[in-house]
């Protein structure tokens, strides 16, 4: 079946340590995005990529890294330098127009990966 | 700038009850394209609707209604006959034509439907 992976579900971190989370997926799509949950909040946007080896900055980059090496995957670091990162994280992806990279079509969302910092 | 507004934090119908879930929002693009999601408790986003900024024609599916109005920048859902499956938290969401491509999301709207 088609759809997106994220690994793994849930994962506890000591203060001082990076962690990544992966985001797989076999849809073809060219768009994959991070977001981060908090309640209350809604969603807001950390990184997107709309090509391979190219991820643009989304409104709360500081703190977290990305990388696109193969259009399946989009994996997330959150390092030491995030202040908070106890959330609840979810990868994206969609199809992009090509011309100016425009995307105006629907996400499809994995199931996330709860993180806590102890 | 861009903003979504979902002012009902939390709302509980019991089931077979009609209900209506607001969304407004704010935009300077001519072009823009409005959202719904889902997020059952297993926690990914269920896409249910998208709306672009032409086309102010009501939409039903099903028990699923939407109400699109551009003089009020309002693009509010309607549940009918409510059932316990529709409990969610329920996300409203904005992606304009231009600039970032992104989906701007509100805070989001916790549905409980009680049987």
């Known amino acids: 079946d088609g759809g997106i992976t994220q690994s793994p579900k849930y994962l506890f971190r000591k203060e001082g340590q990076n962690v990544t989370l992966s985001c797989e997926q076999n849809?073809?799509?060219?768009?994959m995005y991070w977001y981060r949950q908090d309640p209350g909040q809604g969603l807001r946007l950390i990184y997107y990529s709309q090509i391979v080896n190219d991820f643009q900055k989304g409104d709360i980059a500081e703190g977290y890294s990305v990388s696109r090496e193969k259009k399946e995957s989009f994996p997330l670091t959150v390092t030491s330098a995030q202040k908070n990162p106890t959330a609840f994280y979810l990868c994206?992806?969609?199809?992009?127009?090509?011309?100016?990279?425009?995307?105006?079509?629907?996400?499809?969302f994995g199931e996330g990966s709860r993180l806590t910092v102890l | 700038a861009q903003k979504v507004t979902q002012a009902q934090t939390e709302i509980s119908v019991v089931e077979k009850e009609d209900v209506t879930l607001d969304c407004v929002y704010e935009t300077r693009d001519t072009t823009y394209y409005l959202f719904w999601y889902k997020q059952p408790p297993s926690g990914e986003l269920v896409f249910l609707i998208r709306r672009n900024s032409f086309d102010e024609q009501n939409e039903i599916s099903g028990r699923y209604s939407w109400n699109f109005q551009k003089s009020t920048s309002s693009f509010n859902f309607t549940i009918t006959a409510s059932q316990v499956v529709d409990s969610a938290v329920y996300f409203c969401a904005l992606s304009e034509r231009s600039g970032a491509n992104n989906l701007f999301f509100g805070t989001g709207t916790r549905l409980t439907v009680i049987p």
């Open positions: 849809l073809n799509h060219d768009a």
């Open positions: 994206a992806s969609s199809i992009t127009w090509a011309k100016n990279h425009q995307n105006t079509g629907e996400l499809f």
